[in-house]
């Protein structure tokens, strides 16, 4: 059976305020740097067979290091390219928030179509679909595949037979480590959003960092890179 470690990528200046899905420029910032060079000791102890990653920058950024530490090539694979936003690509969070959609993004997101751009389903079944590849390629190794915070969630929904609707529920912070076993009768979810330490929530209550103006009622995170 294979291991695929799902690695969401390190923090850019604009995470949290703009949903820049899949525009491209969008490099790591000092910090999202130092996430990538802290990633390649997070992974000492695992043998590695492959790196995947979308083809953004913000993504290849975070894994650069560890292909490197390795020496294994980085792959990129559309698959697991960021949501096409549409036309709500470069809008601000706080102005999607005002909007009627936004709801329905929260409460009910199998519904959803970004207008101009892609659907919610679609998405998860290309991502899915992906994975259970690689997997399939890597069946006795251990893959990493570097993408984006929305895709890593829908992804685990799936795995985690949970209905796309909830899959709202599940955080994933930057350069979170998040690891399923395939190959046998079914999936296995191991582990979700390791982030190699407790520090984040030192605070009495700690919201993920980029989700914590104006949560959703229902617990629900933003859609976000």
Known sequence: MGLVFLV????????GRLLYGRTPGIDLDARGRAQADALVQRFDAVRLSAIYSSPLERCR???????????????????????????????????LRRTKAWRVVQQTPSDFVFPGGEAFMDAQARVVTAIDRLARRHRRGSIVIATHGDIVRIALAHYLATPLDDFQ??????????????GGARPHVLLVNDTGGLSRFRAEHTAPWEASRSPDRRGGAKVKG
């Open 8 to 15: 969401r990528h390190g923090l850019t200046g604009q995470t």
């Open 61 to 95: 950024q975070t894994v650069e290091p560890l292909a490197a530490a390795r020496r294994l090539q980085m792959r990129t694979d559309d698959a697991f390219l960021e949501m096409e936003a549409g036309d709500w690509t470069g809008r601000t969070l706080a102005q």
């Open 169 to 182: 529920r599940i955080v994933i912070d930057t350069v979170g480590v998040s690891v399923i076993l395939l």
